[in-house]
């Protein structure tokens, strides 16, 4: 089952695993996240449907570990896929 991770950086990936320096997260403010992004984009593995938010995605997806395999999405799809 997918769930949060987040890094020492700020980033988050939402997946059954994430990169290392990733911890399990419990994310309650997904909202707020979505509004002060800043640099950071919202992607998504065309594969297996990991989410991430972050300046670049994952170039091999942590979860089904296909490359260069994250498309940049909108809040509306990402907040979709969270919920
Ligand atoms: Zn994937």
């Not at 990733?22 to 989410?51: M, Q, Y």
Request: aromatic letters at 10%.
């Amino acid at each position: 089952m997918k769930q949060f991770f987040k890094s020492e950086s700020g980033e988050i990936h939402f997946g059954d695993l994430a990169e290392p320096g990733f911890l399990a997260a419990k994310i309650e403010n997904i909202d707020s996240i979505l509004e002060n992004l800043g640099a950071k984009k919202l992607w998504r593995c065309t594969v297996c449907n990991d989410l991430h938010i972050g300046e670049k995605p994952p170039k091999i997806c942590p979860t089904c570990f296909a490359e260069e395999a994250y498309v940049e999405i909108n809040k509306k799809e990402f907040l979709e896929m969270v919920k």
